[in-house]
């Protein structure tokens, strides 16, 4: 059939109503919106993995400067950089410790140099030695049992798993997320609305059309059909195009920060399996907008006798 | 076919508007409505094809009381009541012949059918050249023609005409007549709401006559087999 014929027979002349007309340029922008936002979410959940997996394989073990440093202060670095010693044998012996390292103090005054400056000399603050332990996996390390044996070797050590910081980020990242699927699940409902309003707008437009469907005995069904198809067309027109564009604009940012060369603990771009999940979004939209107009125009049509 | 029984009728709150009408068509009757405007008669044609309740009173059709019915079991009885409107009501965007097939459309009917039906019936109608024109490129006589052969594609067992002839001229009139009449003699129950006193004469079937809401029956015995009270 062709197009031409297809729209001889339109039922209901969509065409001329400026609101169906409209419908797909809206639904388009929202789908592209939409489709930005669950970007974002799933990034935020790519930056979550990553980050958290790269601080699981990572702990800190912090030797503080003795009590009475301030009084022989080489014999305090030598007390202090035998402790360090003992802490890495410690540490080395220790199954599912893949690396650990004493951190040298030019890689502590470069972590302390953006809050203390760059004029400041370290030897003039008590500061802690660190070592940086690498480790198998995430539950490569029995923690309790390395703490007694570092306590008593270096009984003022204390190690950090990163736990709590992990948490927390972890915690912070699924905020984001939680608020990144919000704006989704608003801008869909949004999208839901203006099928509404459209359709409400269709039935008026089309009122005279619509009786006279209702008395030649078309029933509710049959006329609810032709409103759900047209936006399920519309939607999926302007769908389609608004998630090609929303793609386009992610795939524009990634090549963007991947461009600035910076540090990133993940790089800015969806994962293969992240893609589906925006396909499927502009599918969804089309599905609502179906039963949206559907239940707009069988709750309109049952004031008619 | 139709009966109704002491039928009343008001719009929402207003003042009844048909005051305890009762008539019975039998299948196959060919009968006149008339009366003045504002006397009830588009009131009634609207009862009729079950676009209104009644707001007292029995109204049965093929042998179903109305009032016992849901509404989701009243598209299947509009579709045996042909209806050819006073301001025809033809969809402007469709051609000729896709205003006469929608009837079969909505009754689900295949393609195949749809052609041939609407092709034949366009042609008895003499609209046969016309098929693919839209109703502003049509005359008064035409689109009446077209307002009739979508009213009576789906064969209905009742045919409601109000003021068919409203819009043409008396040779057109005449000729939309003898249409209907032989629509008549094929079983169909034909009702015609019209103010042609010449044509109700001409043809000389029995008229139901309306004043303020109240119906009058005037019978012309040989006519038919419709019972009128």
Redesign the interface.
């Known amino acids: 059939m062709s197009a031409e014929r297809a729209r001889?027979?339109?039922?209901i002349?969509f065409s001329?109503d400026p609101a169906g007309r409209l419908m797909p340029w809206l639904i388009g922008f929202m789908t592209f919106v939409a489709g930005l936002a669950l970007a974002g979410a799933l990034t935020l959940d790519t930056f979550a993995d990553s980050w958290s997996e790269g601080l699981a394989d990572s702990m800190t073990v912090q030797i503080p400067p003795p009590a009475d440093e301030m009084g022989d202060a080489q014999a305090a670095e030598a007390r202090i950089d035998e402790t360090v010693e003992r802490a890495l044998r410690v540490l080395r012996q220790t199954d599912g410790v893949a690396s650990a390292e004493s951190l040298p103090d030019a890689r502590i005054r470069a972590l302390l140099e953006p809050w203390l400056g760059a004029t400041l000399d370290p030897g003039s603050l008590p500061l802690p030695r660190l070592i940086a332990v690498e480790i198998a996996g995430p539950d490569a390390v029995d923690l309790p049992t390395l703490r007694n044996r570092l306590a008593t070797v270096a009984p003022d050590a204390r190690l950090d798993d990163h736990g709590l910081w992990r948490a927390r980020l972890v915690t912070f990242l699924n905020a984001l997320q939680l608020v990144g699927l919000a704006v989704v699940a608003v801008v869909v409902l949004a999208a839901a609305t203006v099928v509404v309003f459209a359709t409400r707008g269709g039935l008026l437009a089309h009122g005279?059309?619509i009786e006279?469907?209702?008395?030649?005995?078309?029933?509710?069904g049959?006329i609810a059909r032709q409103f759900q198809r047209q936006a399920l067309k519309a939607s999926l027109k302007g769908g389609i195009g608004g998630i090609l564009v929303a793609g386009a604009t992610v795939v524009a940012l990634g090549q963007g920060a991947a461009a600035t060369g910076a540090d990133l603990p993940s790089p800015l771009v969806l994962r293969t399996e992240d893609w589906p999940y925006l396909a499927i979004l502009p599918a969804a939209m089309a599905v609502l907008a179906f039963l949206a107009a559907r239940r707009t125009v069988l709750r309109s049509l049952?004031r008619m006798? | 076919m139709i009966r109704f029984e002491n039928v009343g009728m008001r719009y929402g709150a207003g003042p009844e508007v048909l005051h305890d009408v009762s008539f019975e068509l039998a299948p196959g009757a060919f009968r006149f409505l008339t009366g003045a405007s504002g006397a009830g008669k588009s009131s009634l044609l609207r009862l009729m094809?079950?676009?209104?309740?009644p707001s007292r009173g029995l109204i049965n059709v093929f042998d179903q009381d109305i009032s016992m019915l849901r509404?989701?079991d009243?598209?299947?009885?509009?579709?045996?009541?042909g209806?050819v409107f006073q301001e025809f009501?033809l969809?402007d965007?469709?051609?000729a012949f896709?205003n006469v097939a929608?009837?079969l459309?909505?009754?689900g009917h295949g393609e195949g059918l749809i052609r041939k039906n609407v092709g034949e019936l366009l042609e008895w109608v003499g609209l046969k050249d016309h098929m693919n024109a839209r109703p502003a490129t049509l005359s008064g006589g035409q689109k009446q023609r077209v307002a009739i052969a979508?009213a009576v594609i789906s064969r209905p067992a009742l045919l409601l005409a109000d003021e068919p002839t409203g819009n043409v001229d008396d040779r057109i009139a005449m000729r939309l007549l003898y249409l209907l009449e032989a629509l008549n003699r094929q079983g169909t129950t034909v009702v015609v709401a019209t103010h042609n006193q010449a044509l109700i004469e001409r043809f000389d079937y029995p008229s139901m006559h309306l004043e303020d809401g109240i119906l009058h029956s005037r019978d012309v015995p040989g006519r038919g087999p419709e019972v009128s009270r």
């Open positions: 001889a027979r339109a039922v002349p001329a005279e059309a006279l469907l209702h008395l030649i005995g078309a029933s509710d049959y049952r006798p | 094809y079950l676009f209104h309740r509404r989701d009243l598209p299947a009885l509009r579709r045996r009541i209806v009501r969809l965007h469709l051609s896709e929608l009837p459309r909505v009754g979508r």
